[in-house]
């Protein structure tokens, strides 16, 4: 099985935050300038998944803190994150979503 996502899914105050990392950069402290992201496996968890439960999670969060290439190519890819709406943090890709509800 390909698992190289680290996922962790939690609810807060009526929203659903998922966070999601590359497997291989979980554990890790990203610094460039004034940004700093300690990935830490207690925020984007400890469990590793497929790109299927991983996508299908990008599905029914509301909220989502993705880093990694791995992570944020899929979500990319799925249609989650638009390119222009990436950082990068000591070449390391970072992105954020929120999704708003239609009226």
């Known amino acids: 099985m390909n698992e190289k996502i680290n996922m962790k899914i ?4 009526g929203e ?4 999601a990392a590359d497997s291989s950069i979980v554990g890790k402290v990203i610094r460039e ?4 992201l300690d990935i830490r496996s207690d925020f984007y968890g400890d469990i590793r998944v497929n790109d299927d439960t991983f ?13 990694g290439e791995y992570v944020v190519k899929k979500a990319i890819e799925e249609g989650y994150v ?3 709406n990436i950082i ?5 890709p970072h992105a954020q979503f929120t999704k708003m509800p239609e009226s």
């Not at 659903?16 to 966070?19: N, T």
């Not at 300038?33 to 700093?36: C, S, Y």
């Open 33 to 36: 300038g004034k940004l700093h």
């Open 82 to 84: 638009d390119p222009d």
């Open 10 to 13: 939690s609810s807060i105050n």
């Open 16 to 19: 659903v935050l998922l966070a």
């Open 55 to 67: 996508v299908s999670s990008l599905g029914v969060c509301t909220i989502a803190n993705l880093v």
């Open 88 to 92: 990068s943090i000591d070449n390391i």
